[in-house]
């Protein structure tokens, strides 16, 4: 199936410490990896994307690792501040699909002060 | 300047009616699509259309019709609603082509009593 697992499903930690959530999927048809950042009552916006043919991708204090073989991609957030508290969506794109997306189910993270 | 906009925004109906959500959007993308969000914040794609045409209908009760007009709206009527029908429906965008981010509108929060 185009399952997108991720995980933790919650995350809290203290401002300053670092974030990491991780997602797997099983499509090998998806080449497409993007995260979305859902504050409460709000759209869920796009944060950082990597696509297949690069390993590792970073913004200011946000980072994405891929490993395509292992069909694993994960978020990293360092010197985490309280405005990160939101929901995080992984996705993977569908293979088939007119570009559409699967997402993991989101994991809510509580960034404490 | 809203990219993508979705009215209305809060939706009260009883079991039995139909109703409408509209989208729009000014991006200029070809591929627009319909996603929902339970209570659980689970999104899940139900229908993508690139260029009026429809691509994906993920097994979704055909009570539920989309329409697109043209290339920058896309409707979603939905008939004999159901209390499980009560969700966040979000309308997205894309560039048509994978890799392509998803830019969601703002949401409707349906509620059926």
């Known amino acids: 199936g185009e399952n997108v697992e991720q995980h933790p499903s919650t995350l809290s930690v203290q401002e300053g410490d670092s974030a990491v959530i991780k997602c797997t999927y099983s499509?090998?048809?998806?080449?497409?990896f993007p995260w979305y950042k859902q504050e409460l009552g709000k759209r869920p916006q796009l944060i950082i994307d990597?696509?297949?043919?690069?390993g590792e991708k970073k913004d200011q204090r946000i980072a994405v690792t891929l490993n395509k073989t292992a069909k694993h991609f994960s978020l990293h957030i360092t010197e985490t501040q309280p405005e990160d508290s939101a929901v995080y969506f992984c996705?993977?794109?569908?293979?088939?699909?007119?570009?559409?997306?699967?997402f993991g189910k989101g994991t809510s993270l509580l960034v404490t002060p | 300047d809203t990219a993508v906009s979705q009215t209305p925004k809060y939706l009260v109906t009883q079991m039995g009616n139909d109703k409408s959500i509209k989208c729009e959007q000014n991006?200029?993308?070809?591929?627009m699509y319909w996603y929902k969000q339970d209570s659980k914040k689970f999104l899940k794609i139900m229908f993508s259309?690139?260029?009026?045409?429809?691509?994906i209908n993920e097994t979704v009760p055909n009570r539920f019709s989309p329409k697109s007009p043209d290339k920058a709206h896309l409707n979603l009527h939905i008939n004999s609603l159901e209390l499980g029908d009560s969700a966040v429906y979000f309308c997205?965008?894309?560039?048509?082509?994978?890799?392509?981010?998803?830019?969601f509108g703002n949401g409707t929060r349906l509620t059926v009593t």
């Open positions: 997205a965008s894309s560039e048509t082509g994978p890799n392509s981010p998803l830019h």
């Open positions: 499509d090998s048809a998806s080449n497409y």
């Open positions: 990597i696509r297949s043919n690069v």
């Open positions: 996705a993977a794109s569908k293979s088939n699909s007119g570009y559409a997306l699967n």
């Open positions: 991006l200029g993308h070809d591929t």
């Open positions: 259309y690139n260029n009026k045409e429809l691509i």
